[in-house]
């Protein structure tokens, strides 16, 4: 082969492994969601110095989510969900992410505990940890409609505290992210 055949060959070959790459990383941020959750995303708004982040990467074929939730500030925390609802309005809880001796969640053991008031909780959320949300037609149990919810944008995260039971910080779930 002549020296400018292997150099377009190995051009073609760098510039497929370049792509490749690529692709790889934008299916994986389409996969990825996050939020930065505030007091003043709650409903109504609250002016404390709390705040957090939560990251999920949802994997459709495995059947589940993988999250990370972290945050800083507030005192006394009793649990911590994923609602379905748009932004700005109240909706029901969809996927628990963290619990307390106080609040135990609906499926014991399987819930990470929150931390006391600065921290994170992570774990995998599966199809037996989706919640009915009989007012939102959301069936118990339903992986797709609630991966759905949450690409759609209407899923957001929020941290429920003992002076603050409705939440103290919030924030919609979009897609990307910066997060871990």
Known sequence: MTRAGLLRLSTAFVAS???????????????????????????????????????????E???EIDYELSYTGLVDVRQAHIHFEKPALNGGIMLWLCKTATNQGPTPGTTPDCPVGSGSASGTLLASNVLGIATQRLAAGDFVAAVAQI??????????????????????????????
């Open 61 to 63: 074929a495995a059947g």
């Open 17 to 59: 492994v370049c792509l490749s790459g690529l692709v790889a990383s934008a299916q994986s941020q389409g996969n990825r969601y996050s939020a930065t959750l505030v007091p003043g995303q709650e409903n109504p708004a609250l002016s404390t110095p709390a705040w957090g982040t939560i990251t999920l990467n949802i994997n």
């Open 151 to 180: 690409r759609n944008g209407l899923a957001y995260a929020n941290v429920h505290t003992a002076v603050s039971p409705g939440g103290e910080i919030r924030g919609q779930i979009t897609q990307g992210g910066g997060h871990k």
